[in-house]
């Protein structure tokens, strides 16, 4: 089991060294999705506040 959780964090280790671009990337992909997610939720938020204090 430990040799297992070490292999795999060798493994990530590695690919983290040989893609910090990608890995860049992907942190900053997440970054823009949470950023639109809350955006987006906000908006629907909003939206809905409105359409109840209205009816």
Known sequence: ???QI???WLLKTQIEKSHTK???LNKFYREIGM???CAVFIT???ALAESFMFS
């Open 1 to 3: 089991m430990l040799g």
């Open 6 to 8: 070490m292999m795999v």
């Open 22 to 24: 990608i890995g860049w």
């Open 35 to 37: 950023i639109t997610f």
């Open 44 to 46: 629907k938020t909003e």
